[in-house]
């Protein structure tokens, strides 16, 4: 006898969902980009380093920005003061980072990384590099430089 199905069974074996209404949305197609990087992520960097994907993101700004502060660093990647403080309290924990005080301001707090940091921040860069290299094979060199560039100015559209 032939089994009736029932409405939505069934859904996992039919590949792909519809996504016309979808398609020409940045904001969802970033959303589903963000899913593949993220697998990328964890399994080169997050789970073999013990590195959560804002953390690692701390750490290279800081990194490139010696010295910058954490109102800066919250400014630049648009959360609140209390978070930036929850994340550099655990890279200073775990040694990766430093604050120093400023000599004209007390009050005021300059972010560095420590050599464990700096090591750690080399290598985890070099992994994704080579990881997304091997997991985004859908983009060539090329497609792959013009993808970055196009959402660096997406990034830069914020107020």
Not at 9 to 38: F, K, N, P, S, W
Not at 99 to 123: C, N, W
Request: hydrophobic share 45%.
């Amino acid at each position: 006898m032939a089994r009736k199905k029932d409405e939505g069974a069934g859904d996992l074996d039919q590949g792909r969902m519809d996504e016309a209404m979808l398609h020409d949305l940045v904001g969802y197609q970033l959303a589903q980009a963000q899913i593949a990087t993220l697998a990328v992520f964890y399994g080169s960097v997050g789970r073999p380093l013990d590195l959560r994907h804002v953390e690692y993101t701390v750490l290279a700004l800081i990194k490139e920005n010696p010295a910058c502060t954490p109102a800066r660093l919250a400014k630049e990647l648009a959360v609140t003061a209390g978070n930036i403080t929850m994340w550099v309290d655990r890279l200073v924990q775990r040694e990766l980072v430093r604050r120093e005080a400023s000599v004209s301001d007390r009050r005021v707090q300059h972010l560095h990384v420590t050599p464990k940091g700096e090591a750690l921040v080399t290598a985890a860069t070099r992994q994704l590099l080579e990881g997304e290299r091997k997991r985004i094979t859908a983009l060539s060199p090329a497609e792959r430089a013009l993808l970055v560039e196009l959402l660096h100015k997406v990034a830069t559209c914020r107020d």
